[in-house]
């Protein structure tokens, strides 16, 4: 299991002057490889708000404790849902984060998630008004589909409603008076971006993606091309989401599949386990400050980790593309390249572990492909067996969570990992924390379409 960590305290029991010489020497070994000419991107504030921790401190503390934010459903009621279990964040106001509390009124739980996620990496870095030039300061950010309940419409359409036919002149005429001026703000997926930009005066690059799970990698991806090409010395990036809404429990678990285990809620989402039986929705949102190098040393801002390289692909067409996942391997191999490193460098797998029997199989199937006999050496934790699944948010938080693990040299133990399914042969990281035996770990996400990306860290 290697080197063991105190859950209480997040201090490595034995020495690092071993780990030290390791970066020193990966760290030498990847400018040889990338070319020192390459511009540098460091990650220099973490910002985390999920159901198991508000901050990254608290978050942290509780990926090393093993505790689970899954629970029965308590925002609304479950009697005709299909599942009846969420990961909900219940201590969560976001008058303890946001600034311009008058745009609260147009911002949705998703948008507060992502905005209060912001102000907290912002805060880590040290990102006081005035200490990076405005109009060099950018903002990517990911978000999924907002949803809207049926009841914010139910008056209007009713109106449309004539003998059993919809009149549609009448929605122009009548309708749209019983619908909030402002209720369209709180749906579009660009507005966290919005939002970020107003909170910090970011006058530099802003951009939104809409990739579902592998949005938030692909806004890391955005952040790093804008400060390479010149355009900007720091990015906040991240993403939110909250799939604890009715609408989007019965969608995923129409489409996509969510966990029956109702008799014992922690034990429902269970990544690359046997018996695994489908996903849980939850919610939260994760956010970075990402300078180049040289402006974040000359600001003296702490570093946690270099961004190597982040690579993209989808699966294309066919079943036999997305039973492989294509998408991933080619995330993964684009990740590498840019990084300069091989395969046996990387210190962890933070997967995608949806916890489905197709999703963790196809993603067991890629890494094979991808990284070679080597994957079933590398080890992997799957964070969505304490916090569930929620769109682009989830992946932007499970990036937090190997930064952090970067910067405590510990890897966190993947929850209900209890009967190894045969069919992926992982190295899982299970029953407690694992020391981190390299400096270097890979985030990956993917649809269920398809729509892959991975990221590639190296503690600094």
């Known amino acids: 299991m290697g080197t063991r960590w105190a859950a209480t305290t997040g201090l490595r029991i034995g020495g690092q002057k071993e ?3 390791q970066t020193e020497r990966i760290a030498g070994a990847s400018q040889m490889k990338a070319g020192n000419h390459r ?28 505790r689970c934010g899954i629970g029965f459903l308590r925002a609304f009621p479950t009697h005709n849902l299909p599942c009846k279990l969420a990961a909900e964040i219940r201590d ?70 004539q003998s059993n036919e919809f009149s549609y002149t009448r929605w122009g005429e009548d309708s749209m008076g019983n619908i909030a001026p402002l209720w369209l703000l709180r749906q579009l997926p660009n507005m966290p971006a919005c939002h970020i930009s107003i909170e910090y005066d970011a006058r530099g690059p802003n951009n939104t993606i809409t990739s579902r799970d592998s949005s938030a990698l692909l806004a890391l991806a955005e952040a790093v091309d804008v400060i390479r090409r010149g355009a900007a010395d720091a990015m906040l990036v991240g993403a939110c989401s909250s799939n604890v809404h009715p609408v989007d429990i019965a969608k995923l678990s129409l489409y996509e599949g969510l966990s029956r285990r109702e008799d014992d809620p922690e034990k429902a989402c269970r990544p690359f386990d046997f018996g695994r ?36 692909g989808c699966d294309g067409r066919g079943y036999a593309n997305g039973a492989g996942g294509t998408g991933l391997v080619r995330a993964i191999q684009n990740a590498l390249k840019q990084a300069g490193i091989e395969p046996r460098e990387l210190g ?27 994957a079933r050496d590398i080890p992997v934790t799957a964070l969505k067996s304490y916090f569930g699944h929620f769109d682009a948010g989830s992946g932007a938080v499970e990036l937090a969570g190997s930064v952090l693990a970067l910067r405590h040299r510990a890897i966190p133990a993947t929850l ?38 991975a990221a590639i860290l190296r503690a600094v």
Not at 354 to 365: F, G, I, P, Y
Request: charge should be negative; aromatic fraction near 6%.
């Open 277 to 312: 039986d489908g996903t849980i929705v939850g919610e939260g949102a994760g956010a970075f400050v990402v300078e180049e190098y040289n402006h974040a040393l000359a600001r003296g801002a702490e570093i946690y980790a270099e961004i190597l390289g982040v690579g993209a």
């Open 348 to 374: 962890h797998i933070n997967a995608h572990g949806k916890s489905t029997q197709r999703d963790d199989l196809v993603e067991a199937r890629a890494y094979y492909r991808a990284l070679g006999d080597v």
């Open 39 to 66: 511009v540098r991107t460091v990650v220099t504030g973490v910002g985390v708000v999920s159901p198991i921790g508000i901050g990254k401190d608290a978050f942290w503390e509780s990926l090393l404790k093993g």
């Open 92 to 161: 969560f106001n976001p008058l303890d984060h946001v600034r311009h509390r008058k745009f609260l009124k147009v911002m949705s739980r998703d948008i507060q998630l992502g905005v209060s996620a912001a102000v907290l990496a912002a805060r880590d870095a040290g990102l006081e008004p005035g200490a990076v030039d405005p109009d060099r300061l950018g903002v990517s950010f990911g978000c999924g589909r907002i949803s809207t309940t049926p009841e914010e419409l139910a008056d209007a359409v009713k109106l449309c409603s």
């Open 416 to 453: 209900n990992y209890e009967i190894p399914d045969p069919r992926c042969r992982l190295n899982v990281v299970h029953s407690d924390p694992e020391d981190q035996p390299t400096p270097t770990a890979i985030s990956v996400n993917r649809t269920s379409m398809g729509q892959s990306a």
């Open 19 to 21: 780990h030290t010489c």
